[in-house]
């Protein structure tokens, strides 16, 4: 008989409500920071600039779910001992663009700095309308 061990990796998990409302982008980034900065005392550490990407994530990925997706938004955030997890849901079904970052552009580069910030980056369409927008970093 041959068994099979699956190592169950620790994890802590949270999710938050947020309106469609331009204050959304900044509660996100007080969010993130706070339950990053508490998660420390339960799993591995995550460092000041892992919690600074991960905020900027968060306020990138709320900022665009507020501007194009025209909803509130759910953000969901996850810490285990060698990742973070930055998860935001929104009602519109369209795939945001990701644009090339450049020195000329004053806006449109969100989603480029989340990509270079994150180990993975992926958009997927949820089941009933909407999408999720994920992005994982690596600690």
Known sequence: ?????RTHRRSVRVEYLLPEEAASARRARRLT???LTRSRHRMAQVDAGHIDDA???ASELVT???RHGRSACRLRLQ????RVTVEVYDDNPNQPRVR???AEGESGRGLAMVRCLAQ??????VSGG???VRAVLAI
């Open 55 to 57: 905020t900027l994530i």
């Open 100 to 102: 090339p970052l450049t």
């Open 33 to 35: 920071t706070v339950f």
């Open 130 to 132: 909407g999408k999720r």
């Open 120 to 125: 993975r980056f992926d958009i997927i369409p």
């Open 79 to 82: 810490v285990s001992d060698d």
């Open 64 to 66: 665009n779910a507020g």
């Open 1 to 5: 008989m041959r068994t099979h061990r």
